[in-house]
Nanobody
Framework: QVHVVESGGGLVQPGGSLRLSCAAS????????MGWYRQAPGKERELVAI???????NYADSVKGRFTISRDNAKNTVYLQMNSLKPEDTAVYYC?????????WGQGTQVSVSS
């Protein structure tokens, strides 16, 4: 079993920044993609950003140029640096870690952008 724990959410004003972290632990053998998803009230969960083991990244159009995903393979950790935050970024952010085609999810961390 792989355990995934997010941290770093909170309340921030529009234009502000937050950095999310996600650490995987447990029976780790060979983690593949790591990514961030978010779910706003009344909406479906959507992909925010994903990063491969080799560092290749992909972003949702709505966050390109504002968010940066990175990972530390030695620590089995993935980060999401969020800049120029907007009220529409408000959501619960979930970390997703894939190992041998199995997806593991964290419990989510709330990000609220409001003045």
């Amino acid at each position: 079993q792989v355990h995934v724990v997010e941290s770093g959410g909170g309340l921030v004003q529009p234009g502000g920044s937050l950095r999310l972290s996600c650490a995987a632990s447990g029976r780790i053998d060979s983690i593949n993609d790591m990514g961030w998803y978010r779910q706003a009230p009344g909406k479906e969960r959507e992909l925010v950003a994903i990063i491969t083991t080799g560092g290749r990244t992909n972003y949702a159009d709505s966050v390109k140029g504002r968010f940066t995903i990175s990972r530390d393979n030695a620590k089995n950790t993935v980060y999401l640096q969020m800049n120029s935050l907007k009220p529409e970024d408000t959501a619960v952010y979930y970390c997703n870690v894939r190992q041998w085609s199995v997806a593991y999810w964290g419990q989510g961390t709330q990000v609220s952008v409001s003045s």
